[in-house]
């Protein structure tokens, strides 16, 4: 599996490409920062981080995307600037039809260190350690944006298995409710006609057939 990483932002947007499956030793194709003007407008820096992002995309041709789960913080313009980043990763990845994973930060933190509060500091040094790499990535949203590759190639099994159960459960789910002999695709015969409907009573024979004058030689026995 090869995941492409965003640690979004609108002034750096960290990227990173890891190959590998979970269980083996992990490969680091790639890592960088998407990097754009302070002073530019927001639509202008905008633009800036798809084409980065496009790029990386080009050139290493990823599975899947992971992103960086954007969450509440005291400073609303760097949440605002960090979700309409989150959003480009997103919409690059969903043109060309790759699948998005969403992170949280305790998550990455947890999968690569052991603990979800660990700092940047221990997140570059796992990184560095786990990737084989000469020293951390410089600056940490590269090292961040490798956390978040590494996180979704060792969650993905567990997460591929529960989204399975779910779906199993929602189609016997669906099935109980549809009753027996009711699911889709499930047809009955025509009842022909005069016959009685399962479960019913055979009809009471009329008054004239009881009769004795309509017994066979027209008397009664």
């Known amino acids: 599996m090869r995941v492409l990483g965003v640690d979004p932002g609108l002034t750096r947007c960290g990227v990173g490409v890891v190959d590998g499956v979970a269980g083996r030793p992990l490969t680091m194709l790639g890592v960088g920062v998407v990097r754009t003007p302070a002073d530019a407008d927001v639509p202008d820096r905008l633009v800036l981080v798809e084409r980065g992002i496009e790029q990386w995309l080009d050139e290493h041709r990823p599975d899947c995307v992971a992103v960086e789960r954007v969450f509440s913080q005291h400073n609303v313009r760097t949440v605002m600037g960090t979700a309409q980043a989150s959003a480009v990763a997103m919409l690059c990845a969903a043109r060309r039809g790759l699948p998005v994973a969403l992170h949280t930060p305790s998550e990455v933190k947890a999968a690569v260190t052991g603990s979800g509060r660990a700092d940047k500091a221990q997140v570059g040094a796992m990184v560095t350690r786990l990737l084989r790499l000469a020293a951390p990535p410089k600056p940490a949203d590269a090292a961040d944006a490798l956390a978040l590759a590494i996180c979704h190639i060792w969650r993905a099994p567990a997460t591929n298995r529960l989204q399975q159960a779910q779906a199993l459960a929602r ?34 024979a009329s008054p004239a057939a009881a009769r004795p004058e309509n017994t066979p030689g027209g008397e009664a026995p």
């Open 171 to 204: 189609a016997q789910h669906a099935a109980l409710r549809s009753g027996p002999g009711r699911g889709p695709g499930v047809s009955r015969a025509p009842r022909p006609a005069g016959t009685p409907a399962a479960g019913a009573s055979a009809a009471p």
